[in-house]
């Protein structure tokens, strides 16, 4: 049953290092979204992307933050100089391609939790 | 930008009752309204939607109203059941999809 997986489950790291929070969506979805959930808040869209190609990165903070999507391999979420902020649940979710006013369902991992000490 | 609002953040009801989870949204492009149920140390999965050229669609117990002069939307649950306590998250879709905040729902026996 190969879902959307996330790894690593949960993350902590240090302030000022790096991390990279990896996300395999369904087989046969070229579409991956990433959310991230703060501790008592809803989920906030962060970014949308297509295999090599970025949608939609409305929802990302302009710096420290970066995914990607590449042609082959898992989507990555990649958080630079990490800040206690960052401290949150990091969900990814894919999807078929939207056709054209048809419902598209976002199919979603289990999260990565991140820490920041 | 928050296109999509969940008021409440909890919500507790008595075995059997009717649950009604609330969400209103502000963009009118919105083609789609989903409903997603989140467990603890779980991702949300998918529970119900509907179009925005409809106004109820009904899956078992659960169903979902939308009132477009109002911008509003709903989803019932009866009867409810304890295995129902979760977060549900309301969605709207145009390209991206967009959540509210969520609605912690507890059904208690």
């Known amino acids: 049953n190969a879902g959307v997986m996330q790894n690593p489950r949960h993350l902590v790291r240090r302030r000022g290092q790096e991390a990279r929070l990896r996300c395999s969506p369904v087989?046969?979805?070229?579409?991956v979204y990433w959310y991230r959930q703060l501790p008592e808040e809803g989920l906030k869209f962060m970014v949308y992307?297509?295999?090599?190609?970025?949608?939609?990165e409305s929802g990302m903070p302009k710096e420290r933050f970066s995914a990607e999507f590449p042609k082959e391999g898992p989507s990555i979420l990649r958080i630079q100089q990490v800040v206690r902020g960052d401290s949150a649940a990091y969900f990814c979710?894919?999807?078929?391609?939207?056709?054209?006013?048809?419902?598209?369902?976002?199919?979603f991992g289990s999260g990565t939790q991140l820490s920041v000490l | 930008d928050q296109q999509v609002k969940q008021n409440s953040p909890s919500l507790s009801v008595q075995e059997g009752r009717i649950s009604i989870l609330n969400c209103d949204y502000t963009?009118?492009?919105?083609?789609?309204f989903l409903w997603y149920k989140k467990y603890p140390a779980e991702g949300p999965t998918f529970l119900i939607s509907?179009?925005?050229?409809?106004d109820k669609n009904e899956d078992g117990r659960f169903t979902v109203f939308l009132n477009k002069s109002a911008k509003h939307l709903s989803l019932h649950i009866v009867p409810s059941q304890p295995g129902d306590s979760a977060v549900y998250f309301c969605?709207?879709?145009?390209?991206?999809?967009?959540f509210g905040a969520g609605t912690r729902l507890t059904v208690k026996p």
């Open positions: 969605a709207a879709d145009n390209n991206d999809m967009r």
């Open positions: 509907i179009s925005s050229i409809k």
């Open positions: 963009n009118s492009m919105f083609d789609y």
């Open positions: 087989k046969g979805h070229s579409h």
């Open positions: 992307l297509q295999k090599e190609n970025i949608i939609d």
């Open positions: 979710a894919s999807s078929l391609p939207p056709t054209g006013g048809a419902l598209k369902k976002l199919f």
